[in-house]
């Protein structure tokens, strides 16, 4: 099994930083693409950014040259920078990670998910 745990949300007020945080922990082989998800009261879960085990990333339009993706593959831990923060950004943060098991299998997983709100 697998388990992934995200930290460091928290309030903040516009214009303010926050650092999430996401480890992953078990029976694991190796991570693939590893990913920041959000939502927020209504609204569809949706894609922030994503970093693939070599470093490539991508970002959601509303959030480039703000947010910054990040991991560290030993420690088996992504990270998100999130710098000039929005009201608007106020969601549950998930982290999302294709895990390559011992047992060489592929599966995707979730976190529990840490709220993020951003006062005005």
């Known amino acids: 099994q697998v388990q992934l745990v995200e930290s460091g949300g928290g309030l903040v007020q516009a214009g303010g930083s926050l650092r999430l945080s996401c480890a992953a922990s078990?029976?694991?082989?190796?991570?693939?693409?590893m990913a920041w998800y959000r939502q927020a009261p209504g609204k569809q879960r949706e894609l922030v950014a994503a970093?693939?085990?070599?470093?490539?990333?991508n970002y959601a339009d509303s959030v480039k040259g703000r947010f910054t993706i990040s991991r560290d593959n030993p420690k088996n831990t992504m990270y998100l920078q999130m710098n000039s923060l929005k009201p608007e950004d106020t969601a549950v943060y998930y982290c999302?990670?294709?895990?390559?098991?011992?047992?060489?299998?592929?599966?995707?997983?979730w976190g529990q998910g840490t709220q993020v709100t951003v006062s005005s």
């Open positions: 078990g029976m694991i082989f190796g991570i693939n693409t």
């Open positions: 970093i693939t085990s070599v470093g490539s990333t």
């Open positions: 999302n990670a294709d895990v390559v098991s011992r047992y060489r299998t592929l599966s995707n997983y």
